[in-house]
C-alpha cells in the first residue's frame, strides 16, 4: 500500500511539474510579444491562452505596437540579408571565388571551338585568410 | 592571379588578371612547341559572358578596345624581303566569345 501510494504521489508530482511548464512557455511568450502592452491586455492573452491551451501564441492575435512593427521590420531585414547570404557565390577555386572560372559554351556556332574551360593556377593557389570567402574579380 | 584556359587552341595557355575586374591579359607565351599570341580575355559577370580574342594584343587604357577593333591587317601576310631570302610572318587572330554553362550560387557553409 504504501509503495502504491508512492507511486501515485510522483505521477502526481509530474504531471504537476508538466503543468507548470507548458504555463510557464505561454507565460514566456506572452511576455515577449506584448512587452509595451498594458496589464490588463497582458492578463487577458495569458488567460486566453491558458483557456485554448495555446503554447505559442503568435504576434498576429496581439495588437501590434510600435516594439512590435520594429521587430517585424528587423525580422523583415533579416530575412533579406538571409536571401543575400545565399546570393553569395560558393568558392570555386580553394577558398576563393574567380568568377571566371568554369565552363564556356560558345555562342556562335561558327567558332572552331565549342566549349572553353577555364581554370586557376593549382600550382600557385594564394593564401587563406581564414574561413573568409575571397572575391577575385 | 593566373587562370588556365583550355580549348581555344590545342594547348593550354594562361591569361594575367589585370587592375580592370574581369579582364586578363593573355601574354606571348610558348606551350608545347605552340607560340600563343599576345590577347584579351574579358569577362562580364552580369550576363555570363566572356571574349576571348589571341593576337589582338592588348591595351592596358582600354582593354575591350582590343576586342571590338580587331586589327584587320593582323590576318593579312606580311612578306619581309631580305636581300637573299624572304620571310614570311603569319599572325592569326582567334576569337571566342560565349556564355558561362554552370552558375552555382550556394550560401556559405551550405
Do not use: W
Not at chain 1, 511568450?29 to 491558458?50: E, F, I, P, V
Not at chain 1, 521590420?73 to 580553394?94: A, D, L
Amino acid at each position: 500500500m504504501k509503495s502504491a501510494k508512492l507511486v501515485m504521489a510522483s505521477i502526481a508530482l509530474c504531471m504537476s511539474l508538466v503543468a507548470f511548464s507548458q504555463a510557464d512557455t505561454t507565460r514566456k511568450d506572452t511576455t515577449t510579444t506584448t512587452r509595451k502592452d498594458t496589464a490588463t491586455q497582458k492578463k487577458d492573452t495569458a488567460s486566453a491562452n491558458l483557456q485554448q491551451g495555446n503554447t505559442s501564441a503568435s504576434i498576429h492575435d496581439v495588437p501590434a505596437t510600435n516594439s512590435q512593427q520594429s521587430a517585424a521590420s528587423m525580422s523583415k531585414s533579416t530575412t533579406q540579408t538571409g536571401s543575400n547570404n545565399s546570393s553569395i557565390p560558393k568558392p570555386n577555386f580553394g577558398r576563393y571565388y574567380i568568377p571566371v572560372i568554369g565552363t564556356f559554351q560558345s555562342s556562335e556556332s561558327a567558332t572552331e571551338a565549342k566549349s572553353v574551360s577555364i581554370t586557376g593556377d593549382e600550382s600557385n593557389p594564394g593564401r587563406s585568410n581564414g574561413n573568409k570567402v575571397l572575391r577575385i574579380a | 592571379m593566373k587562370a588556365t584556359l583550355e580549348g581555344v587552341t590545342g594547348t593550354k595557355f594562361y591569361a594575367l588578371l589585370k587592375a580592370i575586374p574581369g579582364t586578363y591579359k593573355v601574354p606571348v607565351q610558348m606551350q608545347d612547341d605552340n607560340s600563343i599570341q599576345e590577347g584579351t580575355v574579358i569577362y562580364d559577370e552580369s550576363n555570363k559572358q566572356i571574349n576571348i580574342c589571341l593576337g589582338c594584343g592588348y591595351q592596358d587604357n582600354n582593354p575591350s578596345e582590343a576586342l571590338t577593333t580587331i586589327d584587320d591587317s593582323s590576318n593579312e601576310v606580311s612578306v619581309k624581303t631580305a636581300k637573299s631570302k624572304s620571310k614570311v610572318k603569319a599572325k592569326t587572330v582567334i576569337n571566342f566569345s560565349g556564355t558561362k554553362k554552370d552558375q552555382a550560387t550556394a550560401g556559405i557553409g551550405q
